[in-house]
């Protein structure tokens, strides 16, 4: 499973999830967690895009533990959306539907 997470202008909180993933020794067991940039993006060396290939369920279910947790240490829910590329199993439509993620618009046709 493919997904990318994103921001609507707060590229700061952004970073701060991308590095809050990877020290999650659970996430990078089970993800590649990665950054790139938006398409037109004139801001070099900024987080723009993370990018994450999750191999299993527990990956999905470990993503959404570290996205409770990273919550937990903020004042207010930053403006970021999650976004899946491809097709989804039902399990996982399930456990991401349970997670509560802001989910961005998906892509379906890949």
Avoid at 1 to 30: C, F, K, N, P
Avoid at 91 to 103: D, Y
């Amino acid at each position: 499973m493919e997904l990318t997470i994103s921001t609507d202008g707060d590229e700061q909180a952004l970073e701060q999830l991308y590095h809050w993933l990877r020290q999650d020794v659970d996430v990078v067991r089970s993800a590649k967690v990665g950054t790139t940039s938006a398409p037109g993006a004139g801001h070099m060396g900024a987080v723009e895009v993370i990018c994450m290939s999750i191999g299993s369920l527990t990956g999905l279910a470990n993503l959404g533990v570290a996205w409770a947790s990273f919550l937990r240490s903020r004042n207010a829910a930053p403006p970021v959306r999650f976004t899946v590329v491809g097709p989804l199993s039902d399990e996982q439509l399930a456990l991401l539907t349970s997670m509560n993620l802001p989910m961005g618009p998906g892509d379906d046709d890949e």
